[in-house]
């Protein structure tokens, strides 16, 4: 995915509709981590967007890094949390960064932004290289099942803030999601929108590349980071994977 030039005002009020849900990916990540006693000290978030991930990961501690591809989000988090180490990049698949780290994550299906499966298995391979040893990949994606299907349109609605999503799928097994927010801001009306495509393949397919790329101990689980008995039918998965 090009670097894409989202508006500091599309940051915040996306910040505002689902940034709390970044915030609560990451407890649950520390919570798992505690009770499988691993170490983490140090995170690599790729396309952080708002932040909210990375922001309740230094406040427990943590060393944080981030890369995003909007600057608008990249503008946006640097105001926010100015003491995390920020890239803006031209592709999710770039990482300047040197050096390893404990945790790698990629929430919110940025993974599917990424428009062939070739580059699916390059971000995994470019992943695997900024792990420590015992360190994790935490993904999620939409499956197959949710996208290849998915046609809605949907409007929120608040005293500041209105949001008109609209999805659209069956183009070259290509799902088009587009968001566009209306904000009331001392009586002006404010619009500001962004477009995803987003694609989809096996989950099979996906595990197998994981593995190729070396991280041999790959878990499916729900948004609670607890196994999944079967994915037949699940439209969102998350990912635990590792080395060893």
Not at 76 to 101: A, D, F, H, Q
Not at 137 to 165: G, H, P, R, V
Request: charged share 25%.
């Amino acid at each position: 995915m090009d670097s894409q030039q989202v508006s500091v005002d599309f940051a915040r009020a996306w910040d505002n509709h689902q940034g709390n849900i970044a915030q609560g990916v990451a407890e649950r990540i520390l919570n798992y981590a505690e009770e499988n006693k691993i170490k983490l000290s140090s995170v690599l978030d790729i396309d952080f967007g708002s932040s909210n991930l990375l922001g309740y990961l230094k406040d427990n501690g943590l060393k944080c890094f981030g890369t995003e591809t909007r600057q608008g989000m990249y503008e946006y988090s640097k105001e926010k949390y100015p003491e995390i180490t920020y890239y803006l990049t031209k592709s999710i698949n770039e990482i300047p960064m040197r050096g390893k780290v404990d945790l790698v994550t990629c929430t919110h299906d940025i993974v599917n932004y990424l428009e062939t499966f070739d580059e699916w298995v390059d971000f995994f391979k470019n992943v695997t290289k900024h792990l420590n040893g015992h360190g994790m990949f935490i993904f999620d994606f939409y499956t197959k099942d949710k996208l290849q299907n998915w046609n809605e349109t949907t409007f929120t609605s608040s005293s500041w803030l209105d949001c008109l999503t609209n999805v659209s799928s069956g183009l070259y097994d290509k799902t088009v999601i587009n968001y566009t927010y209306y904000i009331n801001y001392q009586n002006y009306m404010i619009k500001t929108r962004d477009i995803m495509v987003e694609s989809y393949y096996e989950t099979d397919q996906i595990v197998a590349a994981l593995k190729k790329c070396g991280l041999k101990n790959v878990q499916l689980v729900d948004k609670n980071l607890n196994p999944l008995s079967s994915t037949n039918g699940v439209e969102r998965i998350y990912v635990i994977a590792r080395r060893k």
